[in-house]
T-cell receptor, first 114, second 111 residues
Framework: KAGVTQTPRYLIKTRGQQVTLSCSPI?????VSWYQQTPGQGLQFLFE???????NKGNFPGRFSGRQFSNSRSEMNVSTLELGDSALYLC?????????????FGEGSRLTVL | AQRVTQPEKLLSVFKGAPVELKCNYS??????LFWYVQYSRQRLQLLLR??SRESIKGFTADLNKGETSFHLKKPFAQEEDSAMYYC?????????????FGKGTLLTVNP
């Protein structure tokens, strides 16, 4: 079974731009979560999607948004980028209902904002 | 609000020595606790869950609700245990599933 796939793996943007990151979950997984990882704050929850609906959201500004498609693939978007948005963005999938609750992580998309 | 604290950023032990990675949590409900591990150049992966009460790669962790702790232990560390370890907490199931992570402990096992 293929693991969680994230694209792009690396990207560089400048302040004020926007960025879209993509995540393909493990086949059969209906829940996709996004996390931001930085050296200072560690791993912080952004949001979770299940069956195209956002079920939970972390404490991030409205510039951070996401969506999930009918095939469970997910995208997250960050608008009006700030220097502090530089981070590794991790996507994780899980079955969604029942199961062990184990999250399966992708390798991440490393965003650098200049 | 739920919170997970890992007091040690770095932990260094010698091969064959016991190792304990500390984790304390703050949560008003009934938590589910996990340990995730990230080996060098690999993705973050689940090591163990408190619900399953199993030993994985020689590691065990016991949930102590009185002390609100979920420390990870291994009696004899191996060099391949060197990795970043994250303790994580989730509200127990339901539709608002999210993990709150500690900031991690980097374990180095020296030969």
């Amino acid at each position: 079974k293929a693991g969680v796939t994230q694209t792009p793996r690396y990207l560089i943007k400048t302040r004020g731009q926007q960025v879209t990151l993509s995540c393909s979950p493990i086949s059969g997984h209906r829940s996709v979560s996004w996390y931001q990882q930085t050296p200072g704050q560690g791993l912080q929850f952004l949001f979770e999607y299940f069956s195209e609906t956002q079920r939970n959201k972390g404490n991030f500004p409205g510039r951070f948004s996401g969506r999930q498609f009918s095939n469970s693939r997910s995208e997250m978007n960050v608008s009006t980028l700030e220097l502090g948005d530089s981070a590794l963005y991790l996507c994780a999938s899980r079955i969604g209902t029942g199961g062990t609750g184990e999250l399966f992580f992708g390798e991440g998309s490393r965003l650098t904002v200049l | 609000a739920q919170r997970v604290t890992q007091p040690e950023k770095l932990l260094s032990v010698f091969k064959g020595a016991p190792v304990e990675l500390k984790c304390n949590y703050s949560y008003s409900g009934s938590p589910e606790l996990f340990w995730y591990v990230q080996y060098s150049r690999q993705r973050l992966q689940l090591l163990l869950r408190h619900i399953s009460r199993e030993s994985i790669k020689g590691f065990t962790a016991d949930l102590n609700k009185g002390e609100t702790s979920f420390h990870l232990k291994k009696p004899f560390a191996q060099e391949e245990d060197s990795a970043m370890y994250y303790c994580a907490l989730s509200d127990s199931g339901g539709s608002n599933y999210k993990l709150t992570f500690g900031k991690g402990t980097l374990l180095t096992v020296n030969p």
